[in-house]
């Protein structure tokens, strides 16, 4: 069965540091997307990505962070500067379309940001 | 602006006692809600959907309008049943299939 990947599972780095994570959606799907998810907290969406643009973003995706799709099968995330508060575990979803039959969203494991 | 909330953090029963996991969310429109669980060392998954009244490994959810609630029932908790269960609402549109997650509830089946 397809799955989502994400890597690298865990990352430490430094504040300050930039920070890439990445991620390969399932190949047939449209739509992708990243969340977060601090620890002891919600999981909260951060952006949604259709046709090699952002569609939506939450209020926590600010010029800090950015996304891209470079090759046609990989997802990214980056992080320009990373913060104390940017430490979490990072989810990259995708669906297949918009819509409320299709658009389940498949997750994958998760990458884990640490920031020191 | 759209919430979920899930009262309880930990859910422990016995195996074979009924189980429900409470779910209430706020929202203006229309709502389409999730159960998602996360089962140890596993990735989050879809476990049903409101829209498509399934049951899924014998769990069950009926969507409550009128006390906005979206609760999750199993008559008979079995121990593969342990997991995080993330009660989760949708806004489809155009953009994609944005979810907001509730806090989630850790459900521990004992033997």
């Known amino acids: 069965e397809p799955e989502v990947t994400q890597t690298p599972s865990h990352q430490v780095t430094q504040m300050g540091q930039e920070v890439i994570l990445r991620c390969v959606p399932i190949?047939?799907?449209?739509?992708f997307y990243w969340y977060r998810q601090i620890l002891g907290q919600k999981v909260e969406f951060l952006v949604s990505f259709y046709n090699n643009e952002i569609s939506e973003k939450s209020e926590i995706f600010d010029d800090q962070f950015s996304v891209e799709r470079p090759d046609g099968s990989n997802f990214t995330l980056k992080i320009r500067s990373t913060k104390l508060e940017d430490s979490a575990m990072y989810f990259c979803?995708?669906?297949?379309?918009?819509?409320?039959?299709?658009?389940?969203?498949?997750f994958g494991e998760g990458s884990r940001l640490t920031v020191l | 602006a759209q919430r979920v909330t899930q009262p309880e953090k930990l859910l422990s029963v016995f195996k074979g006692a009924p189980v429900e996991l409470k779910c209430n969310y706020s929202y203006s429109g229309s709502p389409e809600l999730f159960w998602y669980v996360q089962y140890s060392r596993q990735r989050l998954q879809l476990l049903l959907r409101?829209?498509s009244r399934e049951s899924i490994k014998g769990f069950t959810a009926d969507l409550n309008k009128g006390e906005t609630s979206f609760h999750l029932k199993k008559p008979f908790a079995q121990e593969e049943d342990s997991a995080m269960y993330y009660c989760?609402?949708?806004?489809?549109?155009?953009?994609?299939?944005?979810?907001?997650f509730g806090g989630g509830t850790r459900l521990m089946v004992k033997p």
């Open positions: 190949s047939n799907h449209l739509y």
């Open positions: 409101h829209i």
């Open positions: 989760a609402l949708s806004s489809f549109n155009n953009a994609g299939n944005m979810l907001t």
């Open positions: 979803a995708s669906s297949l379309s918009a819509g409320i039959n299709t658009g389940e969203l498949f």
